[in-house]
Every structure is written in structure tokens, then in C-alpha cells.
């Protein structure tokens, strides 16, 4: 099978820059709403996670006074 399998062949014209940069543009607002809920998530795994091995112990020992 070729290097280029499944793309433009090589004599196929480049879009102008504009387009290109459209593209570009598109491309990336499509994949910044999956980066966005993805930071998300781990906002609040992280969040979960540092209240319940920091905040809560912490809490806690206060609490008793110890």
C-alpha cells in the first residue's frame, strides 16, 4: 500500500491560507469542547481526591484536638 493511501494525491491543489486557517479554526473549537470536559473531570477527581486524603484527616485531627 502507498505512503499516501486514503490522502490527496500530491498534484492536488493547496487551498488559499484563508481557507486553510478556517479549517484550522474549526478543527480546533471542535476539539476544545472535548478539552474543556475532559479538564473538567479532572478537576473534580482531583478535587474529590484532595478533600477526601488532605481536608477530612486534617479536619479531623483538629477536631479530636490531638
Known sequence: ???NA???PDNAPNPPPKRRFSERL???KSG???AFWLWVGY???KGALTTA???IP???IWWRGE
Do not use: H, N
Open 26 to 28: 474549526k478543527r480546533l
Open 53 to 55: 486524603l488532605i481536608w
Open 58 to 60: 486534617l479536619w479531623l
Open 43 to 45: 478537576q473534580a477527581v
Open 32 to 34: 476544545s469542547k472535548k
Open 6 to 8: 486514503g490522502l490527496e
Open 1 to 3: 500500500m502507498p505512503d
